[in-house]
């Protein structure tokens, strides 16, 4: 058993380190895709929905979704995450782990981090994954809404092809703005969560993180999930609506995310900008715990410096 009472060593800052975080994160996003794609395409859909709604909740979307599309229809946009989203959760581990490097030398190399650290590194991991979760996102959504015989993109390549045909690269990237004000606060919470329950487990067992047994991983990893949602869960109505909203300006519903929150708000009450919530919710607790399971387990395997 590793004791925590001597000075612990700044972990390695070198490419070596990087890259095993960049390959161990890919491992957790591709389970974080294959596990939650079918529960974010019914949030999508119940949040995206026109006034009146056409789903009357949760199971009815599921029903309605097989029923036109068959069982793969609940993986629809799923090759656009798998590629995207690996990338992105590459992204969000290694930048937390470089931040976390350097607040561990600012405290004189000591890695017990305060929880406004560990809140900032989490923070910078989600705007530095905002520049690929955002267009990801986007064309995921895009592919998601589409329904039966009303299908207008053929796949990922084709939506990307005729967005960026119609409206540059502005039009790929819609809904970026309120894209990284949720990844800031979403990982803030997300990163702090985790990263504090390990922190304080190893410190009271006197244990390195390596050996923290797989159920508690498993259990950091799914509350983890339940502080980013439940943190972020309204600002991610409003891009699921702006990204789905139309391009051309004359035939746009929403002038800008203040105003998608207004709209909503009149409309349908706070109870709009819950929508998909239950299905989130359900999806939030094993998809967390799996992706965080993926990327421990992948750096045991390749080895912590």
């Known amino acids: 058993m590793t004791t925590t009472d001597s000075k612990p060593a700044i972990p390695s800052s070198g490419a070596n380190q990087a890259l095993k975080e960049i390959v161990a994160g890919s491992v957790g996003g591709v389970c974080q895709v294959l596990s939650g794609q079918p529960f974010d395409t019914i949030k999508v859909r119940l949040q995206t929905q ?123 990237f819609k809904g970026q703005a309120v894209t990284v004000a949720r990844e800031f606060q979403g990982y803030g919470a997300y990163f702090l969560t985790y990263e504090y329950l ?55 519903k929403y002038s800008s995310a203040l105003d998608c929150f207004r709209q909503t708000l009149k409309a349908e009450g706070i109870r709009g900008l819950y929508r998909g919530f239950v299905p989130c919710m359900l999806r939030a607790a094993p998809v967390n715990a799996i992706t965080f399971l993926g990327f421990e387990a992948a750096m045991n395997v390749l080895g912590r410096d």
């Open 50 to 172: 026109p006034t009146p709604p056409i789903y009357t909740g949760v199971v009815d979307c599921l029903k309605t979704t097989v029923q036109a599309d068959g069982p793969l229809g609940l993986y629809k946009g799923t090759v656009t995450p798998l590629l995207g989203i690996g990338a992105c959760v590459s992204i969000q581990f290694a930048t937390l782990e470089h931040v976390k490097r350097h607040f561990t030398r600012s405290n004189g190399g000591s890695a017990d981090l305060s929880t406004a650290q560990l809140y900032l590194a989490g923070a910078a991991s989600g705007v530095a994954n905002s520049i690929v979760s955002g267009p990801v996102e986007h064309i995921r959504t895009r592919l998601q809404v589409q329904s039966g015989k009303n299908v207008q993109f053929r796949g990922p390549l084709d939506c990307v092809r005729q967005i960026y045909a119609g409206y540059g690269i502005q039009g790929v």
């Open 198 to 252: 390990v922190q304080r487990a190893c410190k009271a067992e006197g244990v390195s993180r390596k050996e923290l047994p797989t159920w508690k991983v498993m259990t950091y990893g799914a509350l983890s999930g339940y502080s980013l949602w439940i943190s972020v869960f309204p600002i991610d109505v409003i891009k699921s609506k702006l990204q789905t909203d139309a391009f051309d300006p004359t035939n746009r």
